[in-house]
């Protein structure tokens, strides 16, 4: 007899694990992610997966229900960040899926492990396209957004088909895999000992991988001719968890570097050789670039255009554990392929004791540059005004994050995810997580609730208004588990600003304003949580600091100036309005 001859759906009773010699499908899932050592699941629970969540916190998982698929998914994806082990999301079929494969597509593209566990319906019924009940092929509709997509349908191959999972997510660079579970899967008993046998703890899932020797004198030879080099720290860096010996390599190197958002902390924003507040210079500058777990891709412009000087100015040596991820974008004249850990440690080997540190010229020019910006910087900081402007409020945040560097900041938005990533000094690795490669409004609260779950840390959500309505319905789940989060919502009355109008003249609002003075702080006390409306800088840092230090889960209405934010923030120039704008300018210039 064949585990799905037998396939039946069991009562609560016959599941219960000490009474049984059978075992079936939801337990062999849970025992297979077990094994692996998952200990959090994120999900919304419906038809088929319920029970597979109350079995899995019965088994002592601990399984956190969210309000929507997609926040779930965004946790289990800053997860896979912040552990470097696969976030597990769990989804219903058909709808649910497609909720969760939004967040999954957004783990494969920013390099994240994840895993998405999602029940499906009948596959006979499916597959002959009868109708059924959330009808839906998602195997197929998954596996071009994720590293790799598998379907179970047998309770002996559950074992496998985990273990082939968390593998995919792991191995080389990290993405999302997808895992189809049909209902009728969970349902399936089989032999208690002979199910046990059958699953696998996967041994050595991200292997070490050296870079060659010949690879490694290259990057060192390049490195060593540079005058003015310069390192760019990628989220790939923060991820490989290897603090300690980034940092020596970027000292022992002593050349400048810039972190990218979620890079930001791996060596503290205040060090001396970061060059975050000279960004334009040393881009503009540098003639050789190294980068460590970061890509070349839009967020560096590419590695051309007017930011980065001269055409052909540059030397780029790049270490990633991504074969072809090297030259997609700009030819790199020494590639070191391989994990950071192994990469900066082989090159830390082969420097010798007669490294020479780029000039003074060059080191201390940056420094003057980053010191004088600092400085004009914090003058700004320390503005009054009312209504406050961003960096009146961000001031006082950029202090609490000081005063209390082991707080995660969670960020998103438009002005409010540009400003405080440039204003908002992070102190130690992994400590900022916002909206990544794709640049996704929404993943605040699923960011925010991940960091809070698997550090224990406070976190701090930065949240632009616009983006935290994507994802605001999760002050509830934030209130029900009793998180350590702070939500500022910067509040500007809208998308960019809060002041544009109709030009039809007709009665409804501009198409990026909303309701003005909303009073999203109301939206926490409906749940028990502490609301806090802020009109001055004073009282903004007076309930940071409280919320902080209390632990409770707290949103601060922040009141911003409707006229303060710009069209896309930092990134206007990606508005194709922008590129018509140009093309009339030069237009009226050929006319004259
Ligand atoms: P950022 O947006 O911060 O610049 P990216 O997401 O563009 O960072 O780049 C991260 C890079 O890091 C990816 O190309 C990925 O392949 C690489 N990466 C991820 N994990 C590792 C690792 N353990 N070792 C080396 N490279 C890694
Ligand atoms: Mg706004």
């Given at each position: 007899m064949t585990p799905s001859d037998t396939a039946a759906t069991l009562d609560a009773e016959s599941t219960d694990p000490a009474s049984r010699d059978l075992t079936d499908g939801f337990h062999l899932l849970i025992d297979a992610l077990k094994l692996n050592g998952v200990e959090t699941i994120y999900n919304v629970p419906g038809i088929p997966i319920t029970d597979l969540g109350r079995y899995a916190q019965a088994e002592g998982l601990r399984v956190l229900s969210?309000?929507?698929?997609?926040?779930?998914?965004?946790?289990?994806?800053?997860?896979?960040?912040?552990?470097?082990?696969?976030?597990?999301?769990?989804?219903?079929?058909?709808?649910?899926?497609?909720?969760?494969?939004?967040?999954?597509?957004?783990?494969?593209?920013?390099c994240w492990p994840m895993i998405l566990i999602s029940g499906s319906s009948e596959r006979e019924v499916v597959d002959l396209q009868q109708g059924d009940y959330e009808e839906m092929d998602q195997l197929a509709i998954a596996r071009p957004h994720c590293k790799a997509a598998y379907r179970i349908l047998h309770a002996r191959d559950i074992g496998v088909g985990v273990a082939r999972a968390i593998r995919s997510a792991l191995t080389g660079r990290p993405g999302g895999v997808y895992l189809d579970i049909p209902g009728a899967l969970l349902g399936q008993v089989m032999d208690e000992a002979e199910g046990a046998a059958s699953l696998i703890k996967v041994v050595d899932p991200a292997p070490a991988h050296f870079p060659g020797p010949d690879a490694v004198a290259r990057a060192v030879e390049v490195l060593q001719g540079a005058k003015k080099p310069l390192i760019i720290l990628g989220k790939g860096a923060a991820y490989a968890q290897a603090d300690e010996t980034v940092k020596r390599l970027v000292e022992t190197l002593g050349f400048p570097y810039l972190p990218m958002s979620m890079a930001k902390g791996l060596l503290p924003d205040t060090h001396p050789l970061c060059a975050s507040a000279a960004r334009s210079m040393v881009l503009k500058e540098a003639d050789c670039v190294f980068l460590i777990g970061a890509r070349l891709n839009w967020l560096l412009g590419h590695g051309k255009g007017k930011q980065w000087g001269e055409p052909g100015s540059k030397t780029f040596v790049q270490i990633d554990i991504e074969p072809k991820e090297i030259d997609s974008n700009q030819p790199i004249a020494a590639p070191l392929v391989g994990d950071i850990e192994s990469c900066c440690t082989a090159l830390l080997d082969a420097i010798g004791d007669d490294w020479q540190k780029p000039s003074e010229d060059w080191t201390g020019g940056v420094s003057t540059k980053v010191k004088g910006n600092v400085e004009k910087m914090s003058s700004q900081l320390r503005n009054n005004s009312n209504p406050m402007n961003y960096y009146a409020a961000l001031g006082v945040l950029k202090k609490a994050i000081a005063d209390r560097p082991d707080t995660i900041l969670a960020n998103e938005g438009a002005n409010a995810l540009d400003m405080t990533r440039s204003i908002v000094d992070i102190h130690k690795p992994r400590k900022r997580i916002d909206v990544g490669t794709w640049g996704i409004m929404g993943v605040g609260m699923g960011n925010a609730i991940a960091a809070a779950v698997e550090t224990g840390c406070p976190v701090l959500a930065v949240e632009g208004d616009s983006a935290f309505g994507f994802c605001g319905m999760e002050v509830e789940t934030i209130c029900r588990y009793n998180l350590p989060i702070c939500i500022v919502v910067m509040n500007n009355n809208g998308i960019y600003r809060g002041d544009d109008v109709n030009k039809s003249g007709g009665s409804d609002p501009a198409p990026t304003v909303f309701v003005p003075d909303a009073r999203y702080d109301r939206m926490m006390e409906a749940f028990g949580g502490h609301g806090v409306h802020a009109t001055t800088p004073d009282e903004l840092g007076r309930a940071v600091e409280e919320a902080l230090s209390s632990g409770r889960p707290t949103l601060i209405n922040a009141v911003i100036d409707p006229k303060a934010g710009k069209e896309s923030g930092n990134i206007g120039s990606l508005n194709p309005q922008s590129v018509v704008a140009k093309m009339r300018e030069q237009a009226k210039i050929g006319a004259a």
């Open positions: 969210f309000r929507h698929e997609q926040s779930a998914g965004y946790a289990a994806a800053a997860a896979g960040f912040l552990t470097k082990k696969p976030g597990i999301c769990m989804t219903v079929s058909a709808p649910g899926f497609l909720n969760g494969l939004t967040a999954l597509a957004h783990a494969t593209t920013n």
